[in-house]
């Protein structure tokens, strides 16, 4: 199960989970934060007591989850959930979020001996801590012997769960109800509106995976991105605004996503994907023209005429200097006019080092074809 630190309940009764069934949740107990214990290298402790008293809420799952991995993509959408509805940022390292996994095995579909695993603080512990006790499971039945419903820790430096205290039955929990507040059935409240709810709320992670799948075509790593950074989401669907031509959208997103550090004004990078497009540049001078504007600023034209980054096109031009490439290598030549088509990449590569990276390699190439033939 999942503890998220607030009071405020989710919205809905089942969460997406990206490629997976949506997992059902069995209750939303409202309880209290008491203290948090920090262990040190020297086997001593820090317990801090500063969010004694807050609100917690935790989330209880039905057992319909069957793998690590399948727990590991639950917790991170289960975040990216509470962070689009602006409930907590849930960051596990600051303790806004926890995941205690209760853990069992069987061969034949029934609920096996459950054992809880806590101190699970990130999300790889959690695919680690469930693929270690399940494995401890069935080394222990295999054996013969059996599972002890305990609760366990989780040893992060030594990636293996060691035995706190043992449970028998759902009492030993010490859960009572508080007399003085009432079972509360939230959707029988007539002032409510759950329905009224639902159409408020803002658009959610499954849902902005599949707009980035529809209306840009982008591929699956970049939608990621982009679902779970929302500053980067909203500049790239920036650009797209203003790009408006679906085949560029995934040749923007690929300089986004592996060029930019920091952003530069929408229109300055659009003006740089489509003098990609239109050949104005190459992929080499592309990347050294953004690392400028992220530096420096100024206009992106401007910059790639006083640098020298702009391609060289001009037939004539390159002609000229494609004819004294063929003067001085006789030897690839030769090759590539028996036959050997690395010897024209050869060639194009010493084009490319004649005009300092700013020739066309296509134009090149073409000229190379031409005049070999």
Avoid at 177 to 204: A, Q
Avoid at 286 to 303: H, S, V, Y
Avoid at 335 to 347: C, P, R, T, V
């Amino acid at each position: 199960h999942l503890e998220e630190d607030t009071a405020r309940s989710l919205h809905n009764s089942q969460s997406p989970i990206s490629n997976l069934q949506s997992i059902s949740n069995d209750q939303f107990p409202k309880d209290g934060e008491t203290l948090k214990i920090a262990k040190l290298k020297n086997e001593n402790s820090l317990v801090d007591f500063n969010r004694a008293g807050v609100p917690l809420m935790e989330l209880v799952t039905e057992p319909v989850i069957h793998t690590a991995l399948e727990a590991g993509n639950f917790a991170r959408e289960l975040q990216l959930l509470l962070k689009y509805l602006d409930i907590s940022e849930a960051n596990m390292e600051k303790g806004e979020m926890r995941v205690e996994a209760n853990i069992s095995v069987s061969k034949d579909g029934t609920l096996g001996t459950k054992v809880e695993v806590k101190n699970i603080n990130s999300f790889k512990a959690v695919e680690k801590a469930i693929a270690f006790e399940a494995l401890r499971h069935i080394e222990l039945l295999e054996k013969g012997e059996s599972v002890v419903q305990e609760t366990r820790g989780w040893n992060e430096n030594k990636e293996e769960t060691f035995s706190q205290r043992l449970k028998e039955e759902s009492h030993d929990y010490r859960y009572f109800p508080d007399p003085d507040l009432p079972k509360l059935l939230i959707s029988e409240i007539p002032e409510f509106g759950i329905e009224k709810l639902k159409s408020s709320l803002p658009i959610l992670p499954s849902e902005k995976r599949e707009s980035y799948k529809n209306s840009f075509g982008l591929k699956d790593a970049d939608i990621e991105i982009y679902v779970k950074d929302l500053m980067w989401g909203d500049y790239f669907e920036s650009v797209a605004k203003l790009l408006d031509n679906k085949d560029l959208y995934q040749l923007a997103s690929n300089y986004i996503t592996s060029d930019l550090k920091s952003t530069i004004p929408p229109e300055h990078f659009v003006e740089v994907v489509k003098m990609i497009d239109s050949g104005e540049i190459s992929s080499r001078g592309a990347k050294d023209l953004l690392k400028t504007l992220q530096e420096e600023g100024g206009e992106p034209k401007k910059i790639a005429e006083e640098r020298d980054l702009l391609q060289k096109s001009n037939v004539d031009e390159l002609k000229i200097i494609v004819k004294e490439i063929i003067d001085t290598n006789k030897v690839a030549v030769e090759e590539y006019k028996n036959g050997k088509i690395a010897s024209l990449q050869f060639l194009v590569g010493q084009g490319m080092k004649a005009t300092k990276g700013s020739g066309n390699p296509q134009v090149l190439k073409s000229l190379f074809e031409e005049l070999l033939k």
